[in-house]
């Protein structure tokens, strides 16, 4: 599939696709509020609105998203011992985020009580943070699971026959799509530990919007139509 636009459309029909978009709207809008904080507070004003909007829409897109968690464990929890134990605490994590970020979700539009939300707010970044740290782990582990594989593959083909070069090119794609969910996972990280820690670093709206850019656009490449 060569067509851009039958790209796109694919990309923005998955729940996925419009999540990395919206996100790439929420922290953008967020830069653009802190640039123009002290010269333009206009347009500050409705980068921020901008920006808030766009944080409870993707709320609002990950209804039940704490399933696909669950159903990853189901199906396929990992190929080693470690690896599944990894895994059951990466989706653990991933799953006490996304079931709590629905009870901040409603607390933030007036549905549950406001009180609620910096509660919710913690335990949802907690688990973020605590399974985000699992799948960085993961994924390194396979990173080097596939170098080693790549070596052994040189090594042992003489004269290069199409198979092992397949077996190579699968291994080296593989490798790139782990490090662009290792940049997605430590940018989103950053942004966890702001909630649960706050500090200057974390919390400074360069920092967030860097890291939150980072992680939409990792998406965006994991999620691209091949």
């Given amino acids: 599939m060569n067509d ?13 696709g419009i999540d990395k978009l919206v996100k790439t709207f929420q922290y953008t809008s967020k830069l653009v509020h802190w640039h123009a904080g002290a010269t333009r507070p206009d347009i500050a004003g409705k980068a921020k609105q901008w920006e808030v909007a766009s944080g409870l829409s993707r709320k609002a897109f990950r ?39 629905h009870f ?17 707010s913690f335990i949802s970044a907690f688990g973020e943070s605590f399974g985000y740290i699992f799948f960085i782990i993961s994924d390194f582990i396979a990173i080097r699971e596939g170098v080693a594989a790549e070596k052994k593959l040189v090594s042992a083909s003489e004269g290069e026959p199409e198979d092992a070069k397949q077996s190579i090119k699968k ?3 593989d490798r790139v799509m782990r490090l662009m969910a290792v940049a997605a996972n430590v940018a ?20 967030l919007g860097i890291s939150g850019l980072v992680s939409a656009w990792a998406g965006w490449y994991r999620n691209w139509p091949s």
């Fill in 4 to 16: 851009k636009v039958d790209k796109l459309v694919i990309f923005l029909a998955k729940r996925d």
């Fill in 63 to 101: 209804s039940g998203r704490f399933l696909t968690g669950f159903n990853g464990l189901r199906r396929s929890p990992g190929s080693t011992p470690a690896l599944r134990f990894l895994a059951v605490l990466a989706n653990a994590g991933e799953m006490v985020y996304f079931f709590f970020d």
């Fill in 171 to 173: 291994i080296k794609a």
């Fill in 188 to 207: 989103d990280l950053i942004i966890g530990v702001a909630d649960i820690e706050p500090n200057p670093f974390c919390n400074h709206a360069v920092a």
């Fill in 104 to 120: 901040l979700w409603l607390s933030r539009i007036g549905v549950l009580d406001a009180k609620l939300a910096q509660k919710m």
